[in-house]
């Protein structure tokens, strides 16, 4: 039984987000709400995201009385954080131009971040893959549509996070062996 109430909340989820989604940008034409809701998720949503995630990896290792969980993600985000912060202090081309204005676009900060954490949280928490991927596109989608980001740059990010993240999974799983 519950395994079957899980699978209708999840489609029951999916559908509702979508549904959101689309009656946002049919009812609006004008932009002027889905622009307040794409500023709500790239700065509210994100960052609840990010605190949300890492007490879920605080909690993951002290439920497994391991600090592999914690080590995980701290060296995910640091090394996201850093490589993502120096490439955009140092990287000044056409690339790295935002649309709003500006350098230091490239990579983008909220898509790598989210991505690797989606990526971190799933392989600990499997089933609820399609929650934190959902989290991290909408978060992503919110920063070109608030102008902060061009596409490439936004793509650059989520490959680059969840890359790191991949990377950072193998290597910690061949220390374990």
């Known amino acids: 039984m519950p395994t079957n109430l899980a699978t209708l909340t999840t489609k ?3 559908v509702y987000c979508f549904t959101l989604l689309a009656a946002l940008f049919v009812l609006f034409p004008d932009n002027s709400r889905p622009d307040q809701f794409a500023h ?15 007490l879920l990896m605080f909690f993951t ?12 993600d701290i ?3 640091l ?9 955009k202090r140092f990287l000044i081309a056409d690339i790295a131009i935002r649309p709003s204005g500006g350098y230091e676009g490239f990579p983008s ?5 989210t991505f690797s954490l989606a990526f971190v949280l799933s392989l600990y928490y499997p089933r609820l893959w399609w929650l934190w991927y959902s989290v991290a596109g909408l978060v992503t989608w919110s920063r070109v549509q608030t102008n902060a980001h ?8 989520m490959l680059f996070g969840s890359i790191v993240a ?12």
């Open 12 to 14: 029951a989820v999916s």
């Open 40 to 54: 709500f998720l790239s700065d509210q949503v994100n960052d609840g995201f990010q605190i949300f995630a890492h």
């Open 61 to 72: 290792g002290w439920r497994l009385r391991s600090w592999r969980p914690v080590l995980y």
């Open 75 to 77: 060296s995910v985000a």
């Open 79 to 87: 090394f996201v954080t850093s490589v993502v912060q120096l490439s």
């Open 109 to 113: 900060g909220h898509a790598s971040a």
């Open 150 to 157: 061009t596409e490439l740059q936004i793509a650059a990010g």
């Open 166 to 177: 991949y990377t950072v999974a193998l290597l910690m799983q061949r220390q374990k062996k």
